[in-house]
């Protein structure tokens, strides 16, 4: 098939053979056709640049089509870009899981590699009960969670995750998750005490000697419209179920790799999870990966003489080359320090602009995060008919910008200008206006 193909062609294309995620194809306008990316920025097939606010749904760390792991990329494929994950080994792997362990708090030692963030929760939900199962407790089957959490589309996932909203028609496949209320603060907030003590409270109750784990997003419930947490929370809720005996998950999917100030939520929080879930910055955007990170005492847990005492899990990419190789080099530019220094100006920008909105009409529980910022432009739920309108707004004006219902958050990569966060901001503010 031709690459010269016009837009109108590739569109036409894509509507009779393509189903986009998330999206009703009956009402949704036609889609961008994007053709290439630099820095913030894709570029149309017209021409026009768009901003990127949202890194291209959570992925984009250091920008569009960034040299270095272009080359690492190539570097790889041109060296080996595929093999059998369950009878070898390769470098970047190897060198990309003591990368991680080297950042990761405490013992988090020992990292199993997949797909996506569902199937990094995924393994995470099921090395919770087989490691119970091999430890002679088979009784503590039972999984806690949040409500308003996202934590993926498998079913697994689905089942931790299956308050937001998303999954009704699936329902009837869901395993049973008992659902805790969820602390959701924001600036300025004069009662976000009394929540966490409801919270707590609700924990308790539930944190019988059944429990195998409690999963949760780390300071921001991404996909319930980016509702925050305090670090303090985190640390009673970790205190608690320490206490109970039970393991504690921490998705980081969305916040890990420097979005929410430090390099990973926990570290921010000063928390010791016992399993990490990785994905979206993983490979910097470039491809898709996940990578579960598991306590040593965990790992151990599975080791013996009978194979079913392993981890009988696994994907056919797992581990692949050419995912690792651009982890490593995503990896190298998050620790390098001139992104520390662009995710601390992000976040000064962030918070000058939210602290000027000032309790202005029209704009409601301003929150942060890192390099992430949220607000609510009004009432409603992810079908709300604010979302379409904040889009196209911001799209007429030069930007990606992607609301969750009356939800207008900023997660930019850290390349981003301030010029152009700034300029966003203004965007913003004129929305309401």
Not at 74 to 98: G, K, N, W
Not at 164 to 185: C, D, H, I, K, Q
Not at 208 to 221: N, R
Not at 243 to 251: E, K, N, Q, T, Y
Request: aromatic fraction near 10%; charged fraction near 20%; proline fraction near 6%.
């Amino acid at each position: 098939m031709s690459d010269s193909l016009s837009d109108s062609d590739i569109v036409a294309l894509d509507r009779r053979h393509v189903w986009h995620p998330y999206t009703q194809e009956y009402t949704a306008p036609e889609p961008l056709v994007a053709s290439s990316g630099q820095g913030a920025r894709i570029v149309l097939g017209d021409g026009r640049p768009l901003i990127d606010l949202v890194s291209s749904w959570w992925v984009n760390l250091h920008g569009h089509a960034h040299p270095e792991i272009v080359r690492a990329v190539a570097e790889q494929a041109a060296r080996l870009e595929q093999v059998i994950f369950a009878d070898f080994t390769h470098a970047p792997a190897a060198r990309l899981a003591a990368g991680l362990a080297a950042i990761l708090p405490g013992d988090l030692d020992r990292v199993f590699y997949s797909d996506n963030g569902s199937t990094a929760v995924e393994v995470a939900l099921k090395v919770a009960l087989q490691f119970f199962a091999n430890r002679g407790e088979a009784g503590r089957t039972r999984l806690l969670a949040f409500e308003g959490g996202y934590h993926g589309d498998t079913v697994g996932a689905m089942s931790v995750g299956k308050s937001s909203g998303y999954f009704r028609a699936w329902e009837n496949l869901l395993f049973p998750v008992n659902m805790l209320p969820y602390p959701a603060t924001f600036l300025g907030d004069g009662e976000v005490e009394s929540r966490e003590a409801a919270a707590y409270e609700a924990l308790e109750r539930e944190l019988t000697d059944d429990v195998a784990a409690v999963i949760i997003e780390p300071l921001i419930q991404g996909a319930a419209g980016m509702r925050m947490c305090r670090p303090e929370f985190l640390k009673g809720l970790a205190e608690r179920v320490r206490a109970a005996g039970a393991l504690l998950i921490f998705d980081e999917v969305m916040t890990g790799f420097g979005r929410t100030g430090d390099l990973f939520a926990c570290l921010k929080a000063g928390v010791q999870p016992d399993m990490v879930c990785l994905s979206k910055g993983l490979t910097g955007g470039f491809l898709p990966m996940g990578a579960t990170v598991v306590r040593e005492p965990i790992h151990q847990a599975f080791l013996g003489q009978s194979l079913r005492q392993a981890f009988l899990h696994g994907h056919s990419y797992t581990a692949n080359p050419l995912g690792c190789a651009a982890g490593l080099a995503s990896l190298a530019l998050l620790l390098d320090p001139d992104c520390t220094r662009r995710r601390a100006e992000i976040e000064a920008i962030h918070r000058d602009r939210l602290a000027a909105l000032g309790g202005r009409w029209g704009f409601f529980r301003p929150r942060l995060a890192g390099t992430v910022a949220a607000v609510d432009l009004g009432d409603g739920g992810y079908d709300s008919a604010d979302g379409p309108r904040i889009k196209r707004f911001f799209l007429e004006r030069g930007f990606i910008m992607r609301p969750m219902g009356p939800v207008a958050y900023f997660l930019p990569p850290y390349c981003l200008e301030p010029a152009d966060l700034h300029r966003a901001w203004d965007t913003l503010e004129a929305a309401v206006s």
